[in-house]
């Protein structure tokens, strides 16, 4: 089954970026990520780029299960509280994460997060599902309880932080000639509404494109963050999702002032 991904990362209105991104693609597997150094604490890039390395490292083109990432991303937390324990200036360092593994060869996939970084699998061009994170923010919208003004970056799980179950991990399923998967930070994700990126999916016959198309939206926003994804192509997606009529489109097209 083809695969074709874009990636791309953007400091946004902060002086450093802290978000890394990764893919490796080979012909029995994939893998594809983006992590967010934790803000509030020295060490984030640290981490995010740590957390990165480990898991890219293990993603070497072989056979793998899902038993295998969830070790590999053990062995990512492992490796930040290693480095913690070297350099106490970095004692509280951290990261988000959001991974996505695909077994080419059986045609699965499933993903990893921790934090506010997200998944977002899309079928047929609309929201199939999307992470959950792991923010106070959440917690009270899970509970029903107004949660306007809450800070969403408040976070109470994140790779190297003290959780004792830091990350989520989603069931395997079985891949669709068309599926699509957006892995993002905060940064990103944040600036964009679902039915937008979804409008996007639709206008657009590559994964570059809907990047730059969801980037065009984004910049109409007041960027603060790091802004990063990976977008992920299973197969023939521009088959089912271009856009027929362009009715619901005119945030993502040139302004006429």
Not at 93 to 102: E, K, P, R
Not at 158 to 172: F, H, N, R
Not at 189 to 212: D, F, I, K
Request: overall charge negative; aromatic content about 8%; glycine content about 6%.
């Amino acid at each position: 089954m083809k695969i074709n991904h874009a990636s791309t990362s953007q400091t946004g209105a902060r002086e450093s970026n802290q978000d890394e991104t990764g893919a490796r693609v080979g012909e029995h597997s994939a893998c594809f990520l983006v992590c967010d150094g934790v803000a509030g604490t020295a060490g984030g890039e640290q981490a995010a780029r740590i957390a990165r390395d480990v898991l890219l490292t293990h993603a070497d083109d072989r056979p793998f299960t899902a038993c295998d990432s969830k070790a590999w991303v053990e062995d990512a937390e492992e490796a930040i509280r290693l480095a913690q324990r070297k350099n106490l200036n970095f004692e509280r360092m951290s990261t988000t994460l959001a991974a996505l593994f695909i077994d080419r060869d059986r045609q699965l996939a499933w993903w990893a997060h921790a934090g506010d970084s997200r998944v977002y699998h899309f079928r047929r061009g609309f929201i199939h599902s999307v992470t959950r994170d792991h923010s106070l923010a959440q917690q009270l919208k899970d509970a029903g309880v107004d949660n306007t003004g809450i800070n969403s970056n408040l976070l109470y799980n994140a790779l190297g932080t003290e959780g004792t179950q830091p990350v989520s991990y989603s069931e395997v399923m079985p891949l669709e000639d068309g599926d699509v998967f957006l892995v993002c930070t905060d940064g990103f994700w944040c600036n964009l509404q679902p039915g937008e990126m979804e409008q996007a999916l639709r206008m657009v016959s590559s994964p570059h494109e809907w990047l730059a198309l969801m980037h065009k939206a984004i910049n109409r926003s007041e960027k603060k963050d790091n802004l990063s994804a990976v977008a992920v192509w299973v197969g023939s997606p521009q088959d089912t999702t271009l856009l027929q009529s362009m009715a619901d489109s005119a945030r993502f097209l040139p302004s006429r002032d």
